[in-house]
Nanobody, 115 residues
């Protein structure tokens, strides 16, 4: 079993930045894919970014250039650097991992962009 814990969310002003972290525990092998999703009120959960264990990345087209995903494979941590935040980025951000053909979710961390 894999456990995922997100941190780093909070309240930020428009134009500001945040870095989210997702720490995975319980793995004995490399985690295949670590991803970030988000869900805004009244909307479906959507993919923000993903990164494989060998460093390949995938981003939502609308977020390219503002959000950056990275991983520390030795520590099993995934990061999401978010820049130039705007109110439309307000959502619960979830960490997701694919590990030995199973998908795991964290509990989510709230990001609120407001003045």
């Amino acid at each position: 079993q894999l456990q995922l814990v997100e941190s780093g969310g909070g309240l930020v002003q428009p134009g500001g930045s945040l870095r989210l972290s997702c720490t995975a525990s319980g793995s004995r092998f490399s985690i295949d894919v670590m991803s970030w999703y988000r869900q805004a009120p009244g909307k479906q959960r959507e993919l923000v970014a993903s990164m494989t264990s060998d460093g390949s990345t995938n981003y939502a087209d609308s977020l390219k250039g503002r959000f950056t995903i990275s991983r520390d494979n030795a520590k099993n941590i995934a990061y999401l650097q978010m820049n130039s935040l705007n109110p439309e980025d307000t959502a619960v951000y979830y960490c997701n991992a694919v590990y030995i053909l199973k998908r795991y979710w964290g509990q989510g961390t709230q990001v609120t962009v407001s003045s």
